[in-house]
Structure formats: structure tokens, C-alpha cells
């Protein structure tokens, strides 16, 4: 990996904490929300399993992030290990994208509790979102 600049590193950490806070909350209330409803739809589990990992991943790269803004402070007291802080930026990122894309899935598939047409226009927008990011990512996948 390329030796990446502290304070770059330091403000993505602090951008990426903010958005995947938000978008985590936003997966742990889909999946709330999907639990409570009881449906036999296939699509129902398949809601619940891309919230839990939204939510679950999304987590990770906020506790990844928070740490690396810590340990990247200009005041820390102690050297910080670079292995330590390729790992923390690996797994923000990762958890980062996997959150994202599992949010999308999970909007994408949240279409089909109502019909088929509705299925068809969610998973389509959600395609398009999923093309999108991973085209217009700095990080690359």
C-alpha cells in the first residue's frame, strides 16, 4: 500500500464516520422495521440479512474511523504502529463499502413487498446507485 498522508487519512476518517453513523441508523431502523413486519415473501429474509450486514458493517467503519482520527491526532502521546493504521483504514473502507452497497440491496429488494412492478423500479434505481458508487469511489475496489 502506498504511504498515505496523516492528515488525509485523518480527514476521510472523520468524513466517512459522520456518513456511515448516519447510514448505519438508517440500516438498523430498516432492519427494525422489516423484522416487524411478517411476511412470507422470500424477499423479507433476504431485507433482514442485507440490513444486519448494512448495519453491522457500517458500524465497523464508524469504530474504525473514530479510532484512526484518535491515534492520528497531532497531540498523541505515544508512536503509533503503521501496521495498526493500515488495518484501521482497511477496515473503514471495507466496512465503508460493504455497509453502502448492503444498504442499497436492501432498498433494492425493499420494492418487492409491495408488487412486482414496484420490485422491478427499486431494484433498478438501486442498480444504477450500486454502478454508481463503485465507479465514482476514490478507494477503488
Request: proline share 3%.
Amino acid at each position: 500500500m502506498t504511504e498515505l498522508n496523516p492528515s488525509y487519512v485523518l480527514a476521510v476518517a472523520e468524513q466517512l464516520s459522520f456518513v456511515s453513523a448516519f447510514l448505519g441508523g438508517i440500516s438498523a431502523t430498516l432492519l427494525v422495521t422489516i423484522v416487524v413486519f411478517t411476511s412470507e415473501k422470500k424477499s423479507v429474509s433476504w431485507i433482514v440479512s442485507s440490513s444486519a450486514l448494512a448495519a453491522c458493517s457500517l458500524l465497523v467503519a464508524v469504530v474504525a474511523s473514530w479510532r484512526l482520527t484518535i491515534l492520528l491526532h497531532p497531540t498523541m502521546p505515544i508512536i503509533v504502529d503503521q501496521t495498526l493504521l493500515k488495518t484501521l483504514w482497511a477496515g473503514m473502507l471495507s466496512g465503508y463499502s460493504l455497509g453502502f452497497l448492503s444498504l442499497l440491496v436492501s432498498v433494492g429488494l425493499s420494492g418487492w413487498l409491495r408488487s412486482r412492478k414496484t420490485g422491478l423500479i427499486t431494484s433498478i434505481i438501486a442498480s444504477i446507485a450500486v454502478l454508481f458508487f463503485i465507479l465514482a469511489t476514490p478507494f477503488g475496489f
